[in-house]
């Protein structure tokens, strides 16, 4: 059975920065594709991040390039994603997923398997 728990939400103030971990087990953690994405009260679900198997290649959403980084440890069977200079309209809930077919990965559709969310607030 495949389980992601996310971890790192907090409450931050803007300017800030915060890492969120998550941690799959009841997979082969290296064949997935791993991504990062937030749901805002009253927004639609968007994808913020995603990396390939090995880590090599990533690509993330506009709004956050360059202020967030997604990384992974395939030993750990941990996916991270670093955010930077946090402003109060990133603050959602962020949940990881995973996929193997490699589909669109902006797509959340494309994703089989999410985790719960971990609360991301970020104070003016």
């Known amino acids: 059975q495949v389980q992601l728990v996310e971890s790192g939400g907090a409450l931050v103030q803007a300017g800030g920065s915060r890492r969120l971990s998550c941690v799959a087990s009841g997979v082969a953690f290296p064949n997935y594709v791993m991504g990062w994405f937030r749901k805002a009260p009253g927004k639609e679900r968007e994808f913020m991040a995603a990396?390939?198997?090995?880590?090599?290649?990533?690509g993330y959403a506009d709004s956050v390039q360059g202020r967030f980084t997604i990384s992974r440890d395939n030993a750990k069977n941990t996916v991270y994603l670093q955010m930077n200079s946090l402003q109060p309209e990133d603050t959602a809930v962020y949940y990881c997923?995973?996929?193997?077919?490699?589909?669109?990965?902006?797509?959340?559709?494309?994703?089989?398997?999410w985790g719960q969310g971990t609360q991301v607030t970020v104070s003016s």
């Open positions: 997923a995973a996929q193997t077919t490699c589909g669109a990965v902006g797509d959340a559709r494309t994703y089989p398997h």
């Open positions: 990396n390939s198997k090995s880590g090599s290649v990533t």
